[in-house]
């Protein structure tokens, strides 16, 4: 089962990284890309460890290191919606290029904090029920389903 959440996880991620060549490209002054990812879990969980690992794994198979060309912004939402909320707002400040999540509540953060920065997510069983999406095939927006391959 863990496995399978990883793969899930590198799948999620490894879309997102696909666009980041031209992302860097467009980089002025050197600047590192920078991902802001907010999980519904505790940091010291560990599915969150995991998830963690595979997200570094799945980067790296794609060229991108954490410290040396990407940087990540970790919050954990401790499944606390308020604290969700805080810390939606506070990674949207710290100017990422991308944003990954999980979980509907945590999508619609996200949504709430930004209408530009991009929003990657998994693990919402229905995105276009939720409201969250338009459709799967154009979701619209800023808020894009990574669906398993």
Not at 2 to 21: H, N, Q, S, V
Not at 23 to 49: C, F, H, K, W
Not at 107 to 116: E, F, G, L, P, S
Not at 121 to 145: C, K, M, Q, Y
């Amino acid at each position: 089962m863990l496995d399978m959440k990883r793969r899930e996880f590198i799948t999620l991620l490894g879309g997102a990284a696909a666009t980041w060549p031209s992302v860097a490209r467009a980089q002025q002054g050197g600047r590192v890309p920078r991902i802001g990812v907010l999980m519904n879990l505790t940091a010291d969980d560990l599915e969150a460890s995991a998830r963690v690992t595979a997200l570094a794994q799945g980067l790296q198979q794609l060229g991108w290191t954490e410290g040396r060309n990407v940087r990540i912004d970790y919050r954990w939402g401790a499944i606390d919606a308020d604290i969700s909320r805080r810390y939606a707002a506070k990674l949207v400040a710290l100017a990422p290029d991308v944003i990954v999540t999980d979980t509907s509540f945590n999508v619609a953060a996200m949504q709430q904090a930004t209408r530009t920065v991009p929003i990657v997510f998994g693990g919402v069983i229905d995105p276009v029920g939720a409201g969250l999406v338009d459709s799967l095939a154009r979701p619209g927006g800023n808020t894009n389903h990574r669906r398993r391959q």
